[in-house]
């Protein structure tokens, strides 16, 4: 599967944006567990939210809770991350990705998009 994600940009504190992440590839996309992760500079990556396959069950990282929520739409081929609220500390690359079931690591790789987070 070839993941391409966009959505970044810059935005002001307290802000949303929304990041999509469109998939394509000869397996259908619903066999795929998605997830979304971010780097910052100098920081290790950090997983901030996953999803199953159906789209039924999502968990996102305590520092994204109630802020950030992924969702997919499998007719579309695409997985969203949808952030309210942003913080400077917000500020990454962020990546989705995808591994075949539900288990074991993330295999796939998008190219990962830009947000920043102005104070």
């Known amino acids: 599967v070839q993941l391409q994600a966009s959505g970044g940009g810059l935005v002001q504190a307290g802000g949303s944006l929304r990041l999509s992440c469109v998939a394509s590839?000869?397996?259908?996309?619903?066999?795929?567990?998605m997830g979304w992760f971010r780097q910052a500079p100098g920081k290790e990556r950090e997983l901030i939210g996953t999803?199953?396959?159906?789209?039924?069950?999502?968990d996102h990282a305590d520092s994204v809770k109630g802020r950030f929520a992924i969702s997919r739409d499998n007719a579309k081929n695409t997985v969203y991350l949808q952030m309210n609220s942003l913080k400077p500390e917000d500020t990454a690359v962020y990546y989705c990705?995808?591994?075949?079931?539900?288990?074991?690591?993330?295999?796939?790789w998008g190219q990962g998009t830009q947000v920043t987070v102005s104070s």
């Open positions: 990705a995808a591994r075949w079931g539900m288990f074991g690591q993330y295999d796939y």
């Open positions: 590839g000869r397996r259908a996309f619903d066999n795929y567990g």
């Open positions: 999803i199953n396959l159906s789209g039924s069950r999502t």
